[in-house]
Every structure is written in structure tokens, then in C-alpha cells.
């Protein structure tokens, strides 16, 4: 402990520094700002997202003892790293305000813009001037409490305060506004968290300016500084989970996806080798979702030209096969007459049907997680013995040879 620190600091401090999970937590901020460096270098809309994160690393690790002894001691000006943590404090509150309002009140954004400016510049240089106007002879932890007198360091707390507290609150009351309008279940449960990491970010600021109204009429704090820099520190761990939370979901949606469409990609290569002209040529991208569209599409094409190939008559024995193969019925029904016009028409076989161009509809009405399953247990079908055998009959009584 540094000789000049109060006692009643002392221990809080060693503890803020030293705390494991503390140090975890500024691992988890770096790594996810190293994460989000190309999205930003890519997209102007992701900057002010990296910028909180790039802005939070830096002060969280200036909260560390070693960077901020380093700083001190190399620049011969006393508690110069803990004014540096407070104005990347200020830039990270401003920067993930700003990429709030751009998520979720697009016509707040510019607004936000202006005033953030205005404001940003002004409680920075109001940081700069009662720092150096405190009379600060020695390191200490917390020059608030180390001088309580000081108005200098009273105004000092109260800009950081009411500059957080009021960043929080605003977006506190975005987040949670867009909670019920959030797209996916991952995007709602990161959004809530958000709200809940600035709700308590505006709790830690309530905290610091009830701590200043309370020494300037003599009464000590109602809560032990370690509580309240635990709040603080729980309101980073909430931010930081619920900006996570929705690239986890968007990551297992694209495992998921990818996995569909392996399982899907046997019976896409089977009925576009009948039909190749459903096969699009133009490049779609190689995103696991956009695959997914695409072979949902093309297998759906494929099938309503093969439908032209099944008559009635093949439509009503493959309904009796798949109701004696017992689960699964609608699915195998429909793989055992797609097989066996897959093979006419592989074979040259004039369908008897023509296509209807009405018989689009049905699949358009159906969401695409509805249409993905219902393709899936096609897949399945289509690869049984029961279908494969039925397509042979089907084509053997037509005088069409299949190979097993």
C-alpha cells in the first residue's frame, strides 16, 4: 500500500487492483475488442460499438496497479493514469450511447450526434481543468476521498457522475424499449442484459453523487466503497455479456444453418440432376444462411418441375407405402413419388402433367424455419429403402432402369 493512501483506502484498493475476476474481466473486454476490429474497420456503423469496447479496455486496465504505476511514475504527475481511465470513461459511455441510438432509434442518432459534440468536449476539459486545479502532493487512491474538503474534487466526481448517469439512463430506456421489437431470442436476452448493465451503471452514478451530498453535510457513506465499486464493475460484466449474448446467437444460427445444409445437400444434388436448369448461376455469397436459401429454393423448384412427371396414379401408391411404413407419412409420400420421377425424367420421360405455376404458392406462405424442417425430414425420406425400392417399381413399370 502507498504511504500516502488513506487507511480506510486501502484495503478497498488492493482489492479493486488485485481481484481475479477483475482481471478476467479485462482479458474478456480486450479479446472482444480485438474480435470486433474488422467489423469496424469495414463498416463506419460498427465504430462507435468498437470505440466503447477499445475505450473500456483502456480504463479497465489503467484500474490495474501496474499500467497506472507505470504512467505516474514515468510522467512525474500524480494520479495522471486515474484522469486518463475517467476520460476513456467518458468516451466509452458517449461511443456506446451513440451505437444504441443507432441500433435502436435510428432517428435519435443524429440528434445524439450533436449534442454528444457539445457535451463530450466540454466534461473532458472540465475533467482536465479541476484536476489540475486540486492541489495533489502525493499518489493516492481516491483524490475525492483523500481530500473530501476539495470542491475541486467534488466537481471532479460530479462530471464523471452525471455524465455516466446520464449516459446510462438513456441507454437503459433504448435497450429496454427495444427488448420487445428484438428479431431473435439471442438479440431480446442481449438487449435486456444491456439494460440491466446500464440500470445498474445509473445505480454506481447515483451512488457517487449521494457519496458527495453526504460529505458536504458531514455524514459518512450508507455503503462500504468496496460495494460500491463492485457495482461498478457488475454494471461493465452486464455490458460486456449482453453485447455477447447476440453474436453467440447469430454464431449457433450459423452452425445450425451449416448443419441443415449438409443434411439437405443429398437430396439438392439428387433432384437438380434431374432438373439442372433450376440450378442459379449468380454468386449469393458464402454465408451459411444464404447456402441454406439457396438450396431451399432450388430443391423446391426442382420438385414442382418433377411433379409434372408423377401422375395420379403414382401420387396414390406412394400414399399407400408410406402409410404402411408408419411415421413420417406426408414426408415419405412425397420422397417416393420425387424419386421415381426424378428417374423418368433422368430417363427422358415426357411428364404427363404439365407444371402449374400456381403450385408455387403453398411454399411462399410457410416461414423459413417451417420450410427447413419440412426439408429435412424430405432428406430423410428420400434416402430410405422404402423410397428407393418404390422409385424403382415406379420406374420399372414404365420400362426405366434405376441404379441402386
Given at each position: 500500500m502507498h504511504p500516502a493512501v488513506p487507511q480506510h483506502l486501502g484495503p478497498d484498493l488492493a482489492g479493486a487492483a488485485y481481484s481475479p475476476y477483475k482481471l478476467l474481466i479485462v482479458v474478456l473486454v480486450g479479446l472482444v475488442t480485438l474480435w470486433r476490429l474488422p467489423a469496424a474497420i469495414r463498416s463506419p456503423r460498427h465504430r462507435p460499438l468498437w470505440t466503447a469496447f477499445a475505450a473500456t479496455t483502456g480504463l479497465l486496465a489503467l484500474g490495474l496497479p501496474w499500467p497506472a504505476a507505470w504512467i505516474d511514475t514515468t510522467s512525474g504527475v500524480h494520479n495522471l493514469a486515474m484522469l486518463l481511465k475517467h476520460q476513456l470513461d467518458l468516451v466509452a459511455s458517449s461511443a456506446g450511447l451513440t451505437f444504441c441510438a443507432q441500433t435502436a432509434?435510428?432517428?435519435?442518432?443524429?440528434?445524439?450526434?450533436?449534442?454528444?459534440?457539445?457535451?463530450?468536449?466540454?466534461?473532458?476539459?472540465?475533467?482536465?481543468?479541476?484536476?489540475?486545479?486540486?492541489?495533489?502532493?502525493?499518489?493516492?487512491?481516491?483524490?475525492?476521498?483523500?481530500?473530501?474538503?476539495?470542491?475541486?474534487?467534488?466537481?471532479?466526481?460530479?462530471?464523471?457522475?452525471?455524465?455516466?448517469?446520464?449516459?446510462?439512463?438513456?441507454?437503459?430506456?433504448?435497450?429496454?424499449?427495444?427488448?420487445?421489437?428484438?428479431?431473435?431470442?439471442?438479440?431480446?436476452?442481449?438487449?435486456?442484459?444491456?439494460?440491466?448493465?446500464?440500470?445498474?451503471?445509473?445505480?454506481?452514478?447515483?451512488?457517487?453523487?449521494?457519496?458527495?451530498?453526504?460529505?458536504?453535510?458531514?455524514?459518512?457513506?450508507?455503503?462500504?466503497?468496496?460495494?460500491?465499486?463492485?457495482?461498478?464493475?457488475?454494471?461493465?460484466?452486464?455490458?460486456?455479456?449482453?453485447?455477447?449474448?447476440?453474436?453467440?446467437?447469430?454464431?449457433?444460427?450459423g452452425l445450425r444453418d451449416w448443419c441443415t445444409a449438409r443434411r439437405l445437400a443429398p437430396l439438392w444434388r439428387e433432384l437438380t440432376a434431374a432438373v439442372p436448369e433450376v440450378v442459379l448461376t449468380e454468386r449469393l455469397g458464402r454465408g451459411p444462411r444464404l447456402r441454406l436459401h439457396r438450396l431451399a429454393i432450388e430443391i423446391r423448384d426442382a420438385a414442382l418441375v418433377l411433379a409434372g412427371h408423377a401422375d395420379p396414379e403414382m401420387r396414390f401408391q406412394a400414399a399407400i407405402v408410406a402409410v404402411a411404413a408408419g411415421p413420417e407419412q406426408s414426408a415419405l409420400a412425397e420422397a417416393c413419388w420425387l424419386r421415381a420421377a426424378a428417374a423418368l425424367r433422368r430417363a427422358g420421360h415426357v411428364p404427363l402433367i404439365p407444371t402449374a405455376p400456381a403450385q408455387a404458392a403453398g411454399c411462399e406462405e410457410l416461414d423459413f424455419a417451417t420450410e427447413t424442417d419440412r426439408l429435412r425430414s424430405l432428406a430423410a425420406a428420400y434416402a430410405s429403402p422404402t423410397a428407393v425400392e418404390f422409385a424403382r417399381g415406379a420406374a420399372a413399370g414404365r420400362g426405366v432402369a434405376v441404379a441402386r
Open positions: 432509434r435510428p432517428d435519435l442518432a443524429a440528434r445524439w450526434r450533436r449534442v454528444r459534440l457539445a457535451v463530450l468536449p466540454a466534461a473532458q476539459l472540465g475533467l482536465v481543468a479541476t484536476f489540475f486545479t486540486l492541489h495533489r502532493p502525493t499518489e493516492v487512491a481516491d483524490f475525492y476521498q483523500a481530500y473530501p474538503a476539495s470542491t475541486a474534487a467534488a466537481l471532479y466526481v460530479l462530471i464523471i457522475a452525471g455524465f455516466i448517469g446520464a449516459s446510462m439512463g438513456v441507454g437503459s430506456w433504448l435497450f429496454g424499449s427495444h427488448v420487445r421489437g428484438a428479431a431473435t431470442r439471442s438479440l431480446r436476452a442481449g438487449l435486456l442484459v444491456l439494460a440491466l448493465g446500464t440500470a445498474t451503471g445509473v445505480a454506481y452514478s447515483a451512488l457517487r453523487i449521494c457519496q458527495i451530498a453526504l460529505e458536504a453535510v458531514g455524514r459518512p457513506m450508507f455503503l462500504d466503497e468496496c460495494w460500491v465499486l463492485r457495482i461498478d464493475w457488475a454494471s461493465i460484466a452486464l455490458m460486456l455479456l449482453g453485447s455477447v449474448i447476440p453474436a453467440v446467437g447469430v454464431a449457433l444460427r
